[in-house]
């Protein structure tokens, strides 16, 4: 018996609207939309052909809305492709349509394996939300000047991210 042989790769998605250097996630976007802006780029951009080959076994795994983190898995064979497909993902919409809003999609990791792509995911995660925040406490400061307890900010941190390494951990 032969085991089928994936490739994880980790998105990072944002909107292009947000001036922020930290990733802005639509919060629309679930890991089944994520999946059909994939399986549509792969047709537009590589055909028929590709899109039947690779389409069936590209699923994403886990979406995250505050970091823009995603989790594909792909056949080991059409790695490049599902790369070079995510890469022209333009739009929320998987037509590239009117309707979407302007999206950039970047590859940070390619693995063979969900345990490396887990851990690469969860320091990515801790990265962005420990940014999210830098951000969040200085818009609050330049808006409110006078002291504040900044205790609930690390409070909803940890939670944060202790809540995403818990998803990505059950990724499987």
């Known amino acids: 018996m032969v085991r ?17 250097s930290a990733a802005a996630a639509h919060p629309s976007l679930t890991p089944q939309s994520v999946t059909k802006l994939l399986r549509a ?4 951009n590589f055909g028929d052909a590709a899109s039947g080959a690779l389409g ?24 490049k492709v599902v790369w070079a497909a995510a890469t022209l ?47 969040r406490s200085s818009s609050k400061s330049n808006s409110a000047s006078g002291g504040g307890g900044g205790g609930g900010d690390n409070d909803q941190t940890t939670k944060l991210l202790e809540a995403s390494a818990k998803a990505i951990s059950a990724v499987s």
């Open 56 to 79: 069936g076994s590209l699923v994403c795994k886990y979406y995250s809305t505050h970091t823009g983190t995603a989790i594909v898995r792909c056949a080991r064979e059409g790695a």
């Open 89 to 135: 993902v333009s739009s929320t919409h998987p037509d590239g349509g009117p309707g979407g809003t302007p999206l950039r999609v970047r590859v940070t990791h390619l693995g063979g394996t969900i345990k490396k792509l887990q851990k690469r995911a969860m320091e990515l995660d801790k990265i962005r939300i420990l940014q999210l925040k830098g951000q």
């Open 4 to 20: 089928f042989k994936n490739r994880w790769l980790l998105l990072s998605l944002d909107t292009r609207s947000s001036t922020a």
């Open 41 to 44: 780029s792969l047709s537009t």
